[in-house]
Each structure stands twice: as C-alpha cells, then as structure tokens.
C-alpha cells in the first residue's frame, strides 16, 4: 500500500501561481493529479510516467500547469500558474502502478488539498 499526502493548497487571486506537492511512500509507476469541484465530476488534470518522458495535460490546462516528478524522493509537483476562478476545486493526488498517463486509473489516492481562486 503507498500513501500520498499532498500539500501546497490554499486561497489565491486570478492570475497568481501555486505549487501543490506529493509525497508518496513508495515507488508508483505513473502518477498525477486529479480534481473536483462543487456539483462536477472528478477529472484527471495531469499525469506523468516513471521517467518523465509522457505527460498529459487537460486542455483546459494546458499551458498554464507544470507537472514533474523527482523519483529520488518519491515527490510529485504540480506548478499553477495564471490561475483562474474555474481552476477552483479539490484537487487530489493519484498514483498507479501500471498504465498511460493519459488514462491513469489509480490504485492509490491522497486525501485532497483545497485550492481557491478568487476573481
């Protein structure tokens, strides 16, 4: 079983930049990012492989989200940047041990770390 604890959340204006972290407990294969808001699906924002080499992106993303790993400590990072209103949800750290990245169905999940963009 591998935990993840995410953290780096918070409350943030329209245009500004937040770095979420994950820290899993052990080796993960792919790994990436997930996120819900109020009365919406949970949808996948970005995945990326054990060697960095494949990424995904949401469209709605694209651009403005960075996504890196860095395997020596089992840590994945998230960089937001020109955040937006819509960007407002619960986003969740998820991790499989097999698969693509842009279909990551995980075996493991972190609890969720509240991200707020105000207008």
């Known amino acids: 079983q591998v935990q993840l604890v995410e953290s780096g959340g918070g409350l943030v204006q329209a245009g500004d930049s937040l770095r979420l972290s994950c820290k899993a407990s052990g080796m993960t294969i792919v790994m990436g990012w997930f996120r819900q808001a109020p009365g919406k699906e949970r949808e996948l924002v970005s995945a990326i492989d054990w060697l960095g080499t494949n990424t995904y992106y949401a469209d709605s993303v694209k651009g403005r989200f960075t996504l890196s790993r860095d395997n020596a400590k089992d840590t994945l990072y998230l960089q937001m940047n020109s955040l937006k209103p819509e960007d407002t949800a619960v986003y969740y750290c998820?991790?499989?041990?097999?698969?693509?990245?842009?279909?990551?169905?995980?075996?493991?999940w972190g609890q969720g770390t509240q991200v707020t963009v105000s207008s």
């Open positions: 998820a991790a499989a041990i097999r698969g693509a990245v842009a279909t990551l169905q995980p075996d493991f």
